[in-house]
């Protein structure tokens, strides 16, 4: 979700890789005899081996832009919200050479930014309703309290025949605290980027393309399967992967939670605070918590995996590394455990839509995010940030 350019990966130079010592031929040897043979990705099928567990993907190779312009020929794409989603896939189906037109509230701030973005009214942008009625394929990609808040007006529209596309499991899965069921005679689609909108653009825009997991819910039409692929692949996706509308929320709320953002911010928090009760400047326990993971560790994690970066480190990281992750896992297991269950019950979606449909909810939201921008620990990361060389 926040992947670097190798460039970077080329640059960077941390502490850890000073006194780079790779174990020896030996060891490797050693452990490669310790674990399973890794088969060639002999790409029959499309079935690959992820870790031992056969799945089947689609790529952008199968459905090029004139089979994605076959496919949709008779249909007319109504994006419904222009946030961080709704204008990259958009733009990415409209530059595929998709009829695509928006669907956003006449006048507020989206409406002027899609006519800057050269959506012209009454021609490619309508009023919500509007568009809603005039697109064969909806494409609701408005915030989850979004979602609840218009499906009553957005539901006359959804006809027999058409396509309800998602990129969020949210408000189908939890139709109980939404009120989003889908009439059961219109095909119920779901592509969702693994990433930020804004990263589906760039990489879109630098001819690449964001993995993403596709997921059908109803498949009138016989050709649901065809349709959710060639979309994913029009809004910007290099690679699909298939699973439910279900398993895509129950992860995705719980990836945003723990690893991705909560518990990451948690972790850091945690450290640098005892790094600077222990005496260390704010300077050197940002760069021990943060610069170093985020600007040299962790994007070599992401390019060459665990296990290599434990093999190419100081001997003293290494080992260090290797004593200290069984007791990080297993007191932070339990925590993913009540995370997950939280997901699960419905809790967290309860309290998201009641923070999220506050009439203060902005200005709540603000108080929060000054709290975390006026720590130390960040305003220590703004002056370290503007040290990097690329600054100067």
């Given amino acids: 979700?926040?992947?670097?350019?190798?460039?970077?990966?080329?640059?960077?130079?941390?502490?850890?890789?000073?006194?780079?010592?790779?174990?020896?031929?030996?060891?490797?040897?050693?452990?490669?005899?310790?674990?399973?043979?890794?088969?060639?990705?002999?790409?029959?099928?499309?079935?690959?081996?992820?870790?031992?567990?056969?799945?089947?993907?689609?790529?952008?190779?199968?459905?090029?832009?004139?089979?994605?312009?076959?496919?949709?020929?008779?249909?007319?794409?109504?994006?419904?919200?222009?946030?961080?989603?709704?204008?990259?896939?958009?733009?990415?189906?409209?530059?595929?050479?998709?009829?695509?037109?928006?669907?956003l509230r006449r006048d507020g701030p989206s409406w002027t930014k899609a006519q800057n973005d050269g959506w012209v009214p009454n021609s490619t942008l309508f009023p919500i309703e509007e568009a809603c009625?005039?697109?064969?394929?909806i494409m609701n990609l408005l915030s989850d309290a979004g979602q609840k808040e218009l499906w009553p007006?957005?539901?006359?529209?959804?006809?027999?025949?058409?396509?309800?596309?998602?990129?969020?499991?949210?408000?189908?899965?939890?139709?109980?605290?939404?009120?989003?069921?889908?009439?059961?005679d219109v095909d119920v689609i779901l592509c969702a980027p693994k990433g930020s909108g804004t990263t589906v653009r760039s990489l879109f825009k630098e001819g690449k393309g964001i993995n993403s997991s596709i997921a059908i819910h109803q498949d009138v039409s016989g050709q649901a399967k065809e349709r959710v692929c060639a979309l994913g692949i029009a809004v910007g996706s290099g690679y699909l992967y298939e699973t439910t509308f279900?398993?895509?929320?129950?992860?995705?709320?719980?990836?945003?939670?723990?690893?991705?953002?909560?518990?990451?911010?948690?972790?850091?928090?945690?450290?640098?605070?005892?790094?600077?009760?222990?005496?260390?400047?704010?300077?050197?326990?940002?760069?021990?918590?943060?610069?170093e993971a985020t600007q040299s560790l962790y994007p070599l994690i992401g390019e060459k995996g665990m296990d290599w970066m434990y093999a190419n480190c100081s001997t003293t990281a290494r080992r260090g590394a290797l004593d200290w992750y069984p007791e990080f896992h297993k007191v932070t297991k339990p925590v993913f455990e009540r995370l997950y269950d939280s997901v699960t019950s419905g809790e967290e979606t309860k309290r998201a839509l009641e923070f999220n449909s506050r009439k203060d909810y902005a200005e709540a939201l603000q108080k929060e995010l000054d709290a975390i921008q006026n720590e130390e620990l960040w305003?220590?990361?703004?002056?370290?940030?503007?040290?990097?060389p690329e600054r100067s």
């Fill in 1 to 103: 979700m926040f992947a670097r350019t190798s460039r970077s990966l080329a640059t960077a130079s941390t502490r850890v890789f000073r006194s780079l010592t790779p174990v020896t031929t030996a060891t490797v040897r050693s452990a490669a005899a310790t674990r399973p043979a890794i088969r060639p990705q002999i790409r029959t099928m499309k079935t690959l081996n992820f870790g031992g567990t056969e799945e089947v993907v689609w790529e952008r190779a199968d459905f090029p832009r004139q089979r994605i312009q076959d496919i949709f020929k008779n249909d007319t794409l109504a994006v419904i919200g222009y946030g961080s989603q709704g204008i990259a896939q958009s733009l990415n189906a409209r530059e595929h050479g998709l009829n695509v037109i928006l669907g």
């Fill in 133 to 137: 009625d005039k697109g064969t394929i």
């Fill in 153 to 184: 007006k957005m539901k006359p529209y959804v006809t027999k025949g058409k396509t309800l596309y998602f990129s969020h499991g949210f408000g189908l899965v939890y139709g109980d605290q939404t009120g989003i069921v889908p009439p059961n």
């Fill in 246 to 291: 279900k398993k895509e929320v129950h992860s995705d709320l719980t990836g945003e939670r723990g690893v991705l953002m909560g518990a990451i911010y948690g972790l850091f928090k945690a450290q640098y605070e005892v790094l600077r009760s222990r005496g260390h400047t704010p300077s050197e326990a940002f760069n021990e918590t943060v610069e």
């Fill in 379 to 388: 305003r220590a990361g703004e002056t370290v940030r503007a040290l990097r």
